[in-house]
């Protein structure tokens, strides 16, 4: 492998920083759904908050990106990936890039794109369902390079396709096929060249990494849903099945872990969590601590990290989510879901991982299937993946408030693509359509 000297600049997550009401990356600015936004409505006619345009999309799951005014979103059909800029003032479609992007899936349960773009000044970076890692020019609309993690790292389950959204830390594109063969990648955002290469873990999964701190030292935050190989021959076989299993005996080891941004070198890695499949990220909590998180019978863990060294303060049953983000807002974690009751309701808990309140035990509450939540103004912006209602949602510790709520996209299940909001005005998408409402 061919590493070349770089010169990074620590903390500068997307080269050319976008204004502060962009969404230009997966959950957002910082990667951790809150946005800094004010002058929110707190409450909604009946009909729910104005539909100010919509746009027909093809089936999937990936989440829109808003930069400089222009809305990026994927789209996939009949073995053609295309990303999409329309203008996020009409919905308009400004422009297309299309290439074929043939694969299958194991799984004809998920069918559709995943993957939410990562948007700079000058370009865009993208993994579209089947593994094609690509970079797109902006002005030129034109693909610049292009890879793709089946063919070109090693084999990976195909059983659900990927979805995966680059990372750009300083002047590198981070992205992680963990194979054994290629585990975490850092690549030059021009070229596509590789300049450095970690090779310590690999195992299926559906996060993506992501720039945190700890000990005041920038590092990249990686979830490996397999065991460390032994040996560099050593093969194993996916553990991936269609269907969620039934039992707890079916979690596997999956591995949590920091590489230095400069040469990916492992700074810590955190061996004691098991799961079945690895796809919400885990999240930071302020001093150097983490939540991990993930449904399908596992628990949720709370960690330290000091001087690179893992401590493990608490695990809990009471909240892990399945697919959607936990949100760390208000010195507190809300958390969709518990391994009780998977991928239903929405639970609070404080950083000694007691249960503040959990709306399984209100009477009346909704009962919120996998809720794709973003924190805006001191409330939670929720859309339900199973009914198609936006919720909005008091961020208060102290008790369930449920301030407004509204059908926004058609009830057909599924609704799991990330939302976004740039300048008052929040983008949903479901299996037919992307909508952008008017939250002012």
């Known amino acids: 492998m061919k590493k070349t000297a770089r010169v990074i600049v620590w903390g500068i997550v997307l080269a050319g920083v976008a204004v502060a009401a962009d969404w230009s990356q997966f959950c957002g600015p910082t990667r951790d759904n809150i946005s800094t936004e004010t ?3 707190r409450s909604w006619p009946a009909e729910g908050p104005q539909v100010l345009w919509a746009a027909d999309v093809t089936t999937g799951y990936a989440g829109p990106s808003i930069r400089d005014g222009k809305v990026y979103v994927m789209d996939y059909e009949d073995g053609v990936s295309s990303l999409r800029c329309l203008s996020f003032e009409s919905g308009k479609e400004l422009w297309r890039v299309k290439f074929d ?24 970076y993208a993994v579209t369902l089947h593994g094609t890692v690509f970079c797109v020019d902006l002005k030129s609309q034109k693909m610049m390079w292009s890879k793709n993690m089946q063919r070109d790292y090693g084999k990976i389950s195909a059983a659900w396709g990927f979805a995966q959204s680059p990372l750009l830390v300083g002047d590198l594109v981070i ?37 945190i701190k700890m000990d005041g030292e920038d590092q990249i935050l990686v979830v490996a849903g397999g065991e460390k190989p032994k040996k560099k021959s050593s093969r194993r076989k996916s553990e991936d099945a269609e269907e969620a299993p039934a039992e707890p005996k079916a979690l596997r080891p999956t591995v949590v872990f920091a590489l230095s941004p400069m040469n990916g070198k ?40 000091k001087g690179n060294k893992v401590k493990e303060l608490w695990e809990t049953e009471d909240a892990a989510t399945w697919i959607e983000q936990p949100i760390f807002v208000n010195d507190h974690l809300f958390v969709g879901g518990t391994t009780k009751k998977p991928s239903k309701g929405l639970v609070c808990i404080n950083l000694d991982g007691e249960v503040q309140w959990d709306t399984n035990q209100i009477d009346g509450a909704p009962s919120f299937e996998h809720l794709n939540m ?28 449920e301030l407004a709520s509204a059908k926004v996209v058609a009830e057909k299940g599924q609704t799991w693509a990330p939302i976004a909001l740039s300048d008052g005005k929040l983008l949903v998408r479901d299996h037919t359509q992307i909508k952008c409402l008017n939250l002012k």
């Open 101 to 124: 992007d043939p694969g299958e899936l194991t799984s004809k349960k998920y069918e559709g794109t995943r993957g939410t773009p990562t948007v700079t000044e000058d370009s865009l």
């Open 175 to 211: 992205f992680a096929p963990l194979t054994e063969s290629h585990g975490v990648m850092a690549m030059d955002p021009k070229s596509g060249e590789v300049v450095w290469m970690n090779n310590d873990y690999f195992g299926g999964g559906w996060t993506s990494p992501a720039l």
């Open 266 to 305: 492992v700074l810590w890695d955190y061996e004691e969590w098991s799961c079945f499949n690895p796809i919400p990220n885990p999240v930071m909590t302020g001093n150097d601590t983490l939540f991990i998180s993930s449904g399908y019978k596992s628990v949720s863990t709370y960690i330290q990290i």
């Open 39 to 41: 002058g929110l409505a």
């Open 374 to 401: 973003l924190a805006a103004d001191g409330m939670l912006i929720g859309l339900d993946g199973n009914s198609g209602i936006l919720h909005l949602i008091a961020a208060n510790p102290k008790k369930f408030n």
